[in-house]
């Protein structure tokens, strides 16, 4: 980031007001004498920065673990046991812990990440289970259920300290650091990709976007960061036993302190710890003395309040009412606004009129697929030439989509085989793996990114060939351009009609560059109107350089379009050729009106 | 030695009923409304204490006991699913899991609240003695709670495959907005499956009380076993959660014996991956596309 980009957005009133906020923080931990207060400051940018890291995970990417106790656990057992036993300073520790904890979380995500929401969430909290289970059995080396006590010796090196402003210090810095990280992470290409994945996996795949390994990324860093939070509570408390270090309650609170503020947002844990963690403290102060379960029952109570009535957390409130009041602030104008470079229009290839000498760009043999009893797919083969329109019609079931699934990498098929520009792609999983050898495709049944905006949804596809944000949304809206959604640019996908999300399916796949677009329907709803326009934008898209492979049941559109047509029925060709002949094929009347139909016109 | 493995295998089994008992609600609920009751552990706890008192107060024992705690928390079923499921039925599956999780800290808490931390236990004249055969040895609450469990699984499967309202629930996890196009109000079934989820879960609790202690948080014991036994049955499946309670009770036994019994909750936990890791759906789940 420039020098001039910087200055512009500090001068913008949300970004100085966040700054002055966190100044006043770390000041705080300075000023802040009385010891009952200091703990509740250090507890709160404790729980803020554990559940940040917590957030990268269970907001950000939507996998909603209860068992991030594990690796606050492992963090918090690592740098103890280094020390006791080898004098380690902690802080060496703390690296090594969340080192440990880092490889932990690879070794359980490939099991857990084939989950999918309350199973993920049920298979993490066994694993935390069984470390718990695990730490009380080797009690050779945890000590088992008596815990590890630290011996007090203040140091530096010894991340023991006499002044608990200190540990407040620390906490705060370790709170800008998981801030700094989700920040990079939110503005950065990963963070429109994780949203695209939580919203929809199966969509994102298709969009090219390799579901697995951002996954996987997140969970490295929060894994690290919350063993890094179990290094600063061992310390913190000298003090480490099985039930503290990997208690479900502790991942519950985690969950609950970014549900509350706000899952998925920078500021969401912050906010949920702020008020989370004083709460719990004068609840307990409270009705502590009255009974012991009543303080953690009103937490429950709150937190079913929570889910159910305000399920976007205490963040939605502020952007209500707070927000919209901080952006009337004065502009501060240090310079101008940096204009984007500016991106030239996608070069418009030759439009290749396929004929013999042209090159099959895909090429499928013998492919077949059966469910069950039932073959959807049977022996079918055939060819896509570069820069083509083929258009594949037949009856219903006739196993058009199953066909589409099984080259874009959705389906594996039970034999035969696909190649594309050469390459053999018939066993490419999962399915970006296919959109990353250039052939994109679009859902029968439309799949937006619901919670993107129009816009953003294009640019998921977009990632896959930069990585540069500003650069992917220029020629995001170069596809708006392209498919009519240009004025809708700003809305959220969830308002489009049934047509507008037809052309935004296929603007989303028309950004991935592809070579080859799978295009399902993309008719399918629309308006007479519509239809005619729709047909203009896939020709000029053909024109483009870029060959088409459309399934489509409104026949004007696929007569006019196509310059071949495979018929499909029952999962077999019956037929291929060019629109004339189609039109004129008696087996194809057949199969589409029926039998009688065909002897009613003999007559 | 060959007496051995038979012994340990009829703990096994045994255990297993217990097992599945618990279960069985979960899977229940799950199959209708495709919601996985976190506070499952709690009910149950519910239940052991309503018995626990019944008892304590009008020496009522707990297998009569049955007759009062399956009705109460049948009604128990119903005031949660108005309060606290039916509100999120249609939200997003952040809300749909932690409603439960938050049910389960507060009745946990409450529970706390009411009746302290202390372990409160029934013995039962028949809790000790043992029957003995052929030099093995059964105990006869276990034995109770396996035959109660099987006359459960054949009483709900008679209720589902037989009656009107158990064809209508079973049309209900199938397909819910077919079944609401036949004129069935899905609502309503929610309600009967979280009051008979809950019910199945209280008459668990009543069988247990001979045998184990109550305190606040006796459910989250059982609890994460009924997940591993749920998810290896396979979710939603009534005679999965039946196997698979049988198969983690019988690991369960020998692990314990062949190496600790603190570890016998390692071993199962491994099964649950092992199986999330080649079978997600479970033994008899179906396969999702």
Redesign the interface.
């Known amino acids: 980031m420039g020098w001039r980009k910087f200055f512009y957005r500090v001068g913008q009133p949300s970004v100085y007001v966040s700054l002055v906020l966190l100044v006043l923080l770390g000041a705080a931990t300075q000023f802040v004498q009385q010891p009952f207060c200091l703990n509740i400051l250090v507890l709160i940018l404790f729980y803020a920065a554990a559940s940040s890291a917590w957030n990268l995970v269970g907001g950000y990417a939507g996998q909603l673990s209860l068992g991030h106790a594990a690796f606050f656990g492992i963090g918090a057992y690592c740098s103890t046991l280094f020390y006791l036993n080898f004098g380690l300073s902690p802080w060496l520790g703390l690296v090594v812990g969340g080192f440990a904890a880092a490889v932990f979380g690879v070794g359980i995500s490939y099991p857990c990440f084939r989950l999918r929401g309350p199973f993920f969430a049920l298979a993490t909290i066994a694993i935390a289970e069984v470390m718990r289970i695990l730490s009380l059995y080797f009690e050779k080396v945890t000590n088992g259920a008596v815990g590890l006590l630290i011996p007090f010796k203040p140091g530096i090196v010894n991340f023991l300290f006499r002044d608990k402003a200190a540990y407040a210090f620390i906490a705060y810095l370790f709170l800008l650091i998981v801030v700094g990280i989700s920040f990079m992470i939110e503005r950065s290409r990963s963070g429109y990709l994780l949203c695209a994945l939580r919203n929809d996996e199966i969509a994102a795949e298709a969009a090219g976007v390799n579901t697995a390994r951002f996954k996987l990324f997140v969970m490295i860093i929060s894994a690290f960061l919350t063993a890094a939070a179990g290094t600063f509570y061992a310390q913190y408390s000298s003090f480490v036993d099985p039930d503290t270090a990997f208690s479900i309650h502790f991942s519950i609170n985690l969950a609950m302190v970014s549900i509350i503020g706000g899952m998925g947002t920078i500021i969401g844990p912050i906010l949920g710890s702020f008020i989370l963690t004083p709460l719990d403290h004068i609840l307990r102060g409270w009705l502590g003395g009255f009974s012991a379960g009543l303080s953690f029952a009103v937490y429950g109570l709150a937190l079913i309040l929570v889910v159910t009535y305000l399920p976007d957390g205490i963040i939605k409130w502020l952007r209500q009412g707070l927000f919209p009041l901080i952006e009337k602030l004065p502009r501060v104008r240090w310079s101008e606004k940096p204009s984007a470079a500016q991106l030239q229009l996608a070069s418009s290839g030759p439009f290749l009129y396929p004929g013999r000498e042209v090159l099959p760009l895909l090429s499928a043999r013998n492919l077949s697929k059966s469910f069950g009893g039932l073959t959807a797919v049977r022996n079918v083969s055939f060819e896509i030439k570069q820069g083509e329109i083929l258009g594949l019609i037949g009856p219903n079931g006739a196993g058009k989509t199953t066909l589409f699934n099984l080259i874009s990498g959705f389906l594996k098929p039970d034999s035969g085989s696909v190649v594309f520009q050469g390459g053999e792609i018939t066993h490419l999983h999962p399915p970006h793996r296919v959109v990353l050898t250039g052939i994109s495709r679009t859902f029968q049944i439309v799949r937006p990114f619901n919670n993107l905006r129009v816009i953003e949804n294009v640019m998921i596809g977009g990632f896959k060939s930069s990585r540069k944000v500003a650069e992917v949304e220029e020629k995001a809206d170069q596809i708006l351009a392209i498919v009519g959604l240009s004025r809708y640019r700003n809305y959220m996908a969830s308002n489009l009609s049934v047509g507008d999300r037809k052309r935004l399916e296929l603007g989303r796949a028309l950004a991935t560059d592809s070579k080859l677009l799978l295009l399902d329907e993309v008719m399918g709803g629309l308006n007479p109107h519509e239809v005619t326009e729709m047909i203009q934008v896939l020709k000029s898209i053909a024109q483009n350089g870029v060959t088409l492979f459309i399934i489509e049941h409104v026949m004007k559109a696929i007569m006019m379009l196509s310059h071949r047509i495979v018929v499909l029925q029952n999962g077999e060709i019956i037929a291929e050729g060019g629109p004339q002949e189609i039109g004129s094929n008696r087996k194809v009347i057949e199969a589409y009106l029926g039998e009688e139909y065909l002897n009613v016109t003999a007559r | 030695m060959l007496l051995n493995i038979f012994q340990l295998l009829i703990n096994g089994v045994l255990l297993g009923g217990i097992y599945a008992m618990v279960s069985i609600g979960l899977t229940l609920i799950w199959g209708v409304m495709q919601?996985?009751n976190?506070a499952h552990g709690e009910f149950l706890m519910i239940g052991m204490y309503l018995t626990f008192w019944l008892f304590q107060l009008y020496g009522i024992d707990p297998y009569l006991s049955l007759l009062v705690v399956a009705p109460a928390l049948f009604v128990l079923g119903v005031i949660t699913q108005r309060l606290?499921i039916n509100?999120?039925l249609n939200?997003?599956?952040?809300?749909?899991?932690?409603?439960t999780?938050?049910?389960?800290?507060?009745?946990?808490?409450?529970?706390?609240?009411?009746w302290k931390?202390d372990y409160r236990t029934l013995r039962m004249p028949y809790s000790l003695p043992n029957i003995k055969f052929q030099g093995l040895i059964v105990s006869f609450p276990r034995l109770m709670a396996f035959i109660i469990t099987l006359l459960m699984v054949i009483a709900l499967f008679l209720f589902l495959k037989k009656t009107f309202w158990g064809k209508a629930l079973r049309a209900t996890v199938e397909n819910k907005r077919s079944a609401q196009l036949m004129g069935i109000n899905i609502k309503r079934f929610y309600y009967l499956a979280l009051g008979l989820g809950i019910a199945c879960v209280g008459i668990a609790g009543a069988t247990l009380m001979p045998m184990y202690p109550v305190f606040?948080t006796t459910g989250?014991y059982f609890v994460?076993t009924a997940?591993?036994v749920v998810?290896l049955g396979g979710?939603g499946s009534m005679a999965g959660a039946f196997i698979g309670g049988l198969i983690i009770g019988v690991v369960e036994s020998f692990s314990g014996f062949l190496l600790?019994p603190?570890?016998k909750?390692?071993t199962y936990?491994?099964v649950?991956?092992m199986i999330?890791?080649l079978r997600?759906s479970g033994l008899l789940g179906k396969e999702r596309q």
């Open positions: 919601i996985v976190f606290v509100p999120v939200a997003q599956e952040t809300s749909q899991i932690f409603s999780v938050g049910l389960s800290i507060l009745l946990q808490n409450l529970a706390l609240f009411f931390a606040p989250t994460l997940f591993v998810v979710m600790a603190v570890l909750e390692v936990f491994l649950f991956i999330l890791v997600p």
